[in-house]
């Protein structure tokens, strides 16, 4: 499923125009975004969790040469899902 595909899901069983799905859809995203850049996490129940997590800088390979190489910190996010997101995989 790609967003547009995801609008029109939004679309239909909101109710909703495909232009204020979009706009809805949009908004979610970027307060999600907004919200991880600032470093909080948000959580969804029933659905899961993003957090912010910190990778320390360490030594790696390249897998072309073998010659190592260091790779810098960074902050990545992480998704943790929920009993009914799972249980609905399941």
């Known amino acids: ?3 547009t595909d995801l609008v029109n899901h939004i ?3 909101a109710g909703l ?8 859809l949009d908004a979610v995203l970027d307060t999600i975004q907004k919200t991880l850049g600032r ?3 948000i959580t969804l129940t029933g659905f899961g969790s993003f957090a912010v ?3 320390s ?5 390249n897998p072309k040469t073998g010659q190592a190489i260091s790779i ?5 996010v992480r998704f943790r899902a929920g009993k009914t ?3 609905a995989v399941a």
């Open 17 to 24: 125009s495909a232009a204020a799905a979009n706009k809805a």
């Open 53 to 55: 997590t910190t990778r």
């Open 11 to 13: 679309k239909n069983t």
């Open 1 to 3: 499923m790609n967003k």
């Open 72 to 76: 810098a910190a960074s902050r990545q």
């Open 57 to 61: 800088a360490r030594q790696g390979r």
């Open 39 to 41: 470093g909080e996490d």
């Open 85 to 87: 997101l799972k249980e």
